[in-house]
């Protein structure tokens, strides 16, 4: 006999089945977004379609106004233009006359330098001018888009023009979003955090690591919490090891000045990929408020032990990539990449092994890898579960078994699977491993918000929960210091290479091989 509250969460799916409206609290009070770095990258590609795409949405609140700030004299209009084209480049949806001429009109920049006093009094002014002109404050938005080295100028300067202070009148007033990377290490963290916290108090700091606002990122929650079947399975007895991917098929372009200063273990698995591993995890949060899921996280980080870093039983290994194919074209090693030093020993690849020691997870390894210019950009969770016992199904080669994976495909083809042994149909009993998918784009359509969209949201209505919180990021830095210092100490020694296009180095592979595992193809 169904359960009626079961019927009746069946009915409103079935009514909606999109789920694409938002509930009421999402709309955000009167607000300027104030950029630093507002002629920079990041901008262009990512934060000028996400708030378009939040206007063409209508989450814009009425009185919505957009300062960009830099070093170069820029007249509004021609800012203006810039935020038109970029838009025009990178939005993921048409930039329509109605939607622009209205955020076309509230868009303006403040030229100045970032380590001026004065900048930041003609910046304040300018939003008293706009509070003036509408008859009310707006909640200010920081957004600190710019390299690392102005962050502590910016916030200095934040903190004595008063801007910083504006919450003081009003809880929530004033925000700051701060743009990765948050520190290179655990001492310049600390530092930063201390920075922060001298000028803002933590609830108006907004740290970003974009992968969370991704789509099959915040699903992972869902996934794990709103189903029944996963939480028995999910801990020692059942799951085998876990492998975390994040794959990139670029190469470090550009970015040499930036790539040679970070490597991968500080680019993308300090944050990126150590996300990733917390909320697969961490314990069931109390409920679904922000502290709630950043305990938890912080819990998960504080359980990882140490990592080995040297002898047959290190937990790490680093390489950079060699001339190879992609995409059927030569490309070059990493070395011989625009503005790369001769002797560098930065790596373009790295995988770690952890170990959690808590009560969920002892004795199960987790293994995570990222890399650029590998076979192709994936990012995936891979839960490999036990074998079944062999009784009923073995001693034959009519038996072609697998253990049961459950995969997470956070990107590009987003989605989950399942594998699964099944009967082959026929007139004998012989088994074949086969793939249950879900995909998105099947369900859901494909057109959904990037990640910057739900994040600038998430921020304007004080929603800090897809953020990271100060104790959080100290807690990563904590574990990949060692190993940052200790990479630092033997120069090139250990680093291995890997072909353009391959899934990464031989030394990886022997992080797993100790347990008898192999890397997936993902
Ligand atoms: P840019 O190098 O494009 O710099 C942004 C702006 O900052 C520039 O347009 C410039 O503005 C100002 N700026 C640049 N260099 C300096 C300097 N040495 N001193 C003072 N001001 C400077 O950076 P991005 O836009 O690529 O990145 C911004 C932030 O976002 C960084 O912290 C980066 O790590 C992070 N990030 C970027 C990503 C990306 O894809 N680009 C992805 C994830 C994070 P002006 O001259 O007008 O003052
Ligand atoms: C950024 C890194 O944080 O993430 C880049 O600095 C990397 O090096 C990028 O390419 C990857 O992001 P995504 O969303 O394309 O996986």
């Not at 300062?67 to 233009?81: H, N, S």
């Not at 008293?128 to 888009?145: P, V, W």
């Amino acid at each position: 006999m169904p359960i009626a509250g079961q019927d009746k969460r069946m009915a409103d799916t079935e009514r909606h089945p999109f789920l694409h409206g938002l509930s009421k609290h999402r709309g955000a009070p009167p607000t300027v977004v104030v950029i630093f770095g507002a002629s920079g990258d990041l901008c262009a590609r990512k934060l000028m379609p996400a708030i378009y795409n939040l206007g063409v949405d209508g989450l814009l609140p009425a009185d919505f106004y957009l300062l960009g700030f830099g070093r170069k004299e820029i007249p509004d209009e021609e800012f203006r233009a810039h935020t038109a084209a970029a838009i025009k480049e990178f939005s993921r949806r048409e930039l329509t006359e109605d939607v622009w001429s209205r955020l076309k009109a509230r868009t303006f920049y403040v030229s100045g330098g970032y380590d001026e006093p004065a900048a930041f009094d003609r910046l304040a002014a300018r939003i008293a001018g706009l509070e003036k002109g509408i008859g009310q404050e707006l909640q200010t938005l920081f957004y600190i888009s710019t390299p690392p080295s102005v962050f502590a100028p910016i916030l200095a300067n934040l903190g004595t023009s008063g801007l910083a202070a504006r919450y003081v009148r009003k809880p929530n007033q004033s925000k700051v979003i701060i743009e990765k990377p948050f520190g290179r290490d655990l001492p310049s963290a600390r530092a930063l955090n201390h920075q922060m916290t001298s000028v803002f108090e933590e609830p108006q700091v907004y740290r970003i690591d974009h992968y969370l606002g991704k789509e099959t990122v915040q699903d992972l929650l869902v996934q794990r919490f709103a189903n029944a079947i996963f939480e028995p399975l999910w801990n020692r007895n059942y799951v085998d090891h876990v492998q975390i991917t994040v794959a990139e098929e670029v190469g470090v372009g550009t970015r040499a000045g930036y790539y040679e200063q970070s490597g991968c273990l500080r680019d993308m698995i300090q944050n990126h990929a150590m996300q990733l591993l917390a909320l697969t995890a961490m314990e069931a949060p109390v409920n679904l408020s922000a502290e709630s899921i950043r305990d938890e996280k912080v819990k998960l980080l504080k359980a990882i032990q140490p990592f080995k870093l040297e002898g047959p039983n290190a937990d790490l290994a680093r390489a950079q990539y060699s001339e190879g194919f992609i995409g059927g074209q030569p490309a070059s090693g990493y070395m011989q990449e625009k503005d790369i030093s001769p002797t560098s020993s930065t790596e373009s690849y790295a995988a770690l092994r952890f170990n959690i020691n808590n009560w969920r997870w002892h004795g199960v390894p987790f293994y995570l890898r990222s890399g650029k210019r590998m076979a192709r950009r994936v990012s995936e969770i891979a839960i490999r579960f036990k074998g079944a016992p062999g009784a009923l199904f073995a001693g034959s080669d009519k038996f072609a078994l697998a253990n049961n994976t459950l995969a997470f495909q956070i990107q590009p083809d987003e989605g989950m699977s399942l594998v699964l042994n099944a009967k082959i149909p026929g007139l004998e009993t012989r088994t074949q491993p086969v793939k249950m998918n879900f995909k998105y784009s099947t369900t859901f359509g494909s057109n959904t918000a990037e990640a910057y969209e739900r994040l600038v949201l998430d921020a304007m209505v004080g929603d800090s929960t897809l953020f990271i919180r100060g104790d959080e990021t100290e807690s990563s830095w904590a574990l990949v210091t060692p190993i940052l210092e200790y990479w630092k100490s033997k120069g090139r020694d250990g680093l291995d290479d890997y072909p353009v296009g391959s899934w990464g180095p031989k030394n990886s592979d022997a992080l797993l091989v100790a347990n008898g595992h192999v890397w997936r193809e993902p």
